[in-house]
């Protein structure tokens, strides 16, 4: 059964930092495209961070401005783990937060804004509140 095991998540004042970890189960993460994702309240889900399996860049054109060098991905093929570094939490970063892992880039990069196309493997997602 190919799964992840997710952790990290929980409650963090404005400005300060957290790390989620998904390890993987079941499968082999280095064959995969990696990403991470979060849906706030009353919110569509949107696509942070993600990393190719072919040569390890991040890569999300529609990732959230407000994220872009605050939120760094990584993965630890050794560990078969991927993890979501986050800092300078803002009250706006409150969502629930959801890896991901699927062969094929493009799934991983539309995947919030086509219907027709399902991840391979999904974390059953953390939340994260940032709130003084």
């Known amino acids: 059964q190919l799964q992840f095991v997710v952790s990290g998540g929980g409650l963090v004042q404005p400005g300060g930092s957290l790390r989620l970890s998904c390890a993987a189960s079941?499968?082999?993460?280095?064959?995969?495209?990696i990403g991470w994702f979060r849906q706030a309240p009353g919110k569509e889900p949107e696509g942070v961070s993600c990393?190719?399996?072919?040569?390890?860049?991040?890569?999300?054109?529609n990732s959230p401005d407000s994220v872009k060098g605050r939120f760094t991905i990584s993965r630890d093929n050794a560990m078969n783990t991927m993890y979501l570094q986050m800092t300078s939490l803002k009250p706006e970063d409150t969502a629930v937060y959801y890896c991901?892992?699927?062969?094929?880039?493009?799934?991983?990069?539309?995947?919030?804004?086509?219907?027709?196309?399902?991840?391979?493997?999904w974390g059953q997602g953390t939340l994260v509140t940032v709130s003084s």
């Open positions: 079941g499968f082999t993460l280095d064959y995969y495209v």
């Open positions: 991901a892992a699927d062969p094929i880039l493009h799934n991983i990069v539309v995947v919030t804004t086509d219907k027709d196309i399902s991840l391979e493997v």
């Open positions: 990393i190719s399996s072919s040569d390890g860049s991040t890569y999300f054109p």
